[in-house]
């Protein structure tokens, strides 16, 4: 597909937190440098309220700094993504799924390679693809989506419009758990959680289009209960299971009038 509307993609694993991560910051860029010069450092913090009711209610909020590590390529294009507890490939350049795997395969064994890293077990890996799904002047996303993936316009009120529009399912497949996320002309190009400074700092957000659009959000992951063991071979043989799944979903989401303009026959 020469103009399929994917902009965004991303493969992460998790993994139980290792705090001597951020003391390896000069052994990973010298180990990333080669395919992922560009460095940034970036601290993300998070709050969290615990609110007690009852006759003892209590609330507390705790505030939380985390340092992001973020290895990009020249044109920025590409970039690895480390945290204490987490380790991702991300782009805005996606070619296809066999070229995503082995540069996430790569990095992945970059990773372990380098002393102290402590990457011994696996909690959960994932994939997530994010479509920015435009219409032609003078068309609707009803002509590109089907009717169960958008937000649906009652039926009894005559006149009515949809300006914007959500659409979230979740799903429990063969190989983990897929959501399913449909916004319907929404104020940015990329879902809110992925206007973060990892993705700003790389200038990947599309322009937003003037016409009728919809970003298409398909993350599936799986998680591990008990741990297991980190294996790259492993790792790399559940990828394309879960991307089979989500490309599924994708084929079936669009119609056939969508699939032709993607692939350039219209």
Known sequence: MPYAPLVYAL??????????????KSDLIGTFRGIYPQFDEIAL???RANITVGPEASQRVDSRELKMFQFASPDKGWALFLSENTFGLHTAKYLDHDDFFKKFREALEMLFSVPGVGLEWVEAIGLRYVDLVRSRPGE????YLQPWVLPPLPEFWEGMKITQGMYITAYKTTHGELRLQLLRNPPMTLPP????PIVQKNNWAPALPSGDFALMDIDHGRRFSPLEK???????VILPKLWSSSREIFDHAG????????KGEI
């Open 11 to 24: 493969g992460v694993l998790r993994f139980p937190p290792n705090p001597a991560i951020e003391k390896l």
């Open 255 to 262: 119609t056939e009038h969508a699939l032709k303009v993607w």
């Open 140 to 143: 609707s996303m009803n002509l």
């Open 193 to 196: 959680d992925l206007n973060s």
């Open 45 to 47: 913090n998070f709050v």
């Open 230 to 236: 980190f294996n790259v071979d492993r790792i790399c």
